[in-house]
């Protein structure tokens, strides 16, 4: 099965990604050859400059190719039938997530935010692609968020030694099967949904939360990887995280 990694800048952190070696640390600690790897620029107010970046990714072989949303923005909100004010505060929290499925042409898609990384794998993206393609009972796969294995246990149904099974949905983190989230699966409420914060309105993965629980589709934890996702707002943080390799 055919998977393409994806990630997402803006303008609060592109230069940790583009400059810093955070970019090369997401993939790297992934330990997968993936078909594809893309960077989606997303709400950024120098575009020249984040692209000529995004350009020498390339050229150091770290992506394959990058991606200007709002470039298609319009095409991918006709394709999904939702306006930006559907969103209500999170079209910017929600676009590149749906353009990045909307583009997708690999079997699978795995996705971080910006400010989320793998820190502990122990071949966590193959046994997910086991999961997936063996299995339809799961929407979705994702490492353990934040070496939380209490926290995940108590919002999962029932669990073995290798993995968790719940309802649940973040945008931090995610592999999915790109046909199943190219679907009509992103009108639909539920009052379980509501967790999300307010100010992101009526964002893409409050929607894909509501789409599951209201069809019962299941979200499998692997307890073989953890992930963390950091708000990075200060240079130091990040250097600090680059040096030590992101890893305990």
Not at 21 to 42: A, P, Q, S, T
Not at 47 to 68: C, F, H, P
Not at 142 to 147: G, I, L, Q, S, T
């Amino acid at each position: 099965m055919s998977i393409t990694f994806e990630t997402k800048c803006w303008e609060h952190d592109w230069m940790y990604l583009l400059k810093e070696g955070y970019l090369e640390k997401m993939i790297d600690n992934c330990n997968y050859n993936f078909d594809e790897r893309v960077l989606f620029i997303n709400n950024v107010n120098d575009l020249s400059r984040v692209e000529m970046y995004a350009q020498k990714k390339i050229d150091q072989g770290v992506i394959d190719r990058y991606v200007i949303v709002d470039k298609y923005a319009k095409e991918v909100l006709s394709f999904f039938q939702i306006s930006k004010d559907d969103f209500k505060g999170g079209y910017y929290y929600s676009i590149a997530e749906l353009t990045s499925i909307f583009l997708c042409e690999t079997d699978l898609l795995l996705h971080f935010s910006g400010d989320s990384l793998i820190k502990e794998n122990n071949n966590w993206v193959e046994k997910s692609i086991k999961l997936l393609t063996e299995s339809n009972d799961y929407f979705v796969s994702n490492p353990v968020w934040e070496n939380d294995h209490n926290g995940v246990r108590r919002e999962s149904i029932k669990e073995t030694d290798e993995i968790y099974v719940g309802y649940g949905f973040s945008d931090q983190c995610y592999m999915v099967r790109t046909t199943d989230f190219k679907n009509a699966i992103y009108h639909e409420t539920n009052l379980l949904s509501e967790r999300y914060p307010k100010y992101g309105g009526e964002l893409f993965e409050k929607r894909v939360d509501s789409y599951m629980r209201n069809h019962n589709l299941l979200r499998v934890t692997s307890k073989c990887a953890f992930y963390q996702h950091k708000n990075y707002k200060k240079r130091g943080l990040i250097k600090r995280i680059i040096d030590n390799n992101f890893y305990i």
